[in-house]
């Protein structure tokens, strides 16, 4: 695998005490956090509601520097492109299951300035999002049917992983979805190099020890 991957640890704050939402998101970035995963649902495309566009940036102008992520569960990804890009979002990641206009989706995002991430569920099969590896910057493989957190880690997805690795070497492939120290060593091996993990960091007694211990197993296996 090429040293030019980096292994990078997104946490999931969607688990953790949303009154304190600032809190939550800078104890993590103090603990090691590389970026934070911020799950965005509508209702329509999963079964859960969770925060749009005027949440986000309130954290971002409590946090300056971070690198965002939103995962965009929603139906209508097109619509939200803009606002985001306005609360800070430094990267969109979209479902491709319910638009069919997913490269004009990727464009966009990339004009408002921020990175394209593309992402499937479990029941979509890797070639769907093959198509688009070459308009957007990363694909998310989800390791659980999207909507909820402390779901258990859907190993046969690594099948995906292993495929996108073997194919593109310098593709940054994410996974999100039961992801802990029990899972990261498969999320690893297959070739995963950027990280989201809620409840397994959110929970954890040592959020640094636990943040560094995937960091380090992913990196390892990058080498
Ligand atoms: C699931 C979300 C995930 C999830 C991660 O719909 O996209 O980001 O909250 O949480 P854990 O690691 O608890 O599965
Ligand atoms: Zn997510």
Redesign the pocket.
């Known amino acids: 695998m090429s040293r030019h991957l980096k292994a990078l640890i997104g946490p999931?704050i969607?688990n953790s005490d949303l009154s304190k939402l600032y809190e939550e998101s800078q104890k993590l970035l103090d603990n090691g956090a590389d970026y934070l995963?911020l799950?965005v649902m509508d209702g329509q495309f999963v079964p859960n509601l969770t925060f749009g566009h005027p949440v986000v940036k309130c954290l971002r102008n409590r946090i300056k520097d971070a690198f965002f992520e939103t995962?965009m569960m929603v139906s209508n990804p097109e619509q939200w492109i803009s606002p985001m890009a306005d609360a800070g979002v430094n990267q969109y990641t979209f479902h491709i299951e319910p638009v069919n206009n997913v490269e004009d989706i990727c464009r966009k995002i990339k004009e408002s300035g921020m990175k394209v991430g593309v992402a499937i569920k479990p029941g979509t099969p890797v070639s769907e999002v093959e198509k688009y590896i070459s308009v957007a910057d990363m694909v998310l493989i989800m390791t659980v049917e999207?909507g909820f957190g402390g779901q258990k880690f859907m190993e046969d997805q690594m099948e995906k992983v292993r495929y996108l690795r073997d194919q593109y070497p310098l593709l940054d492939i994410e996974v999100?979805g039961g992801v802990g120290p029990a899972t990261i060593g498969c999320c690893a091996s297959a070739g995963a190099n950027m990280i989201?993990s809620g409840t397994a960091v959110i929970g954890s007694k040592d959020q640094a020890a636990t943040i560094k211990l995937l960091r380090d197993t992913v990196q390892k296996a990058i080498l």
């Open positions: 999931s969607l995963h799950d995962h999207p999100d989201v």
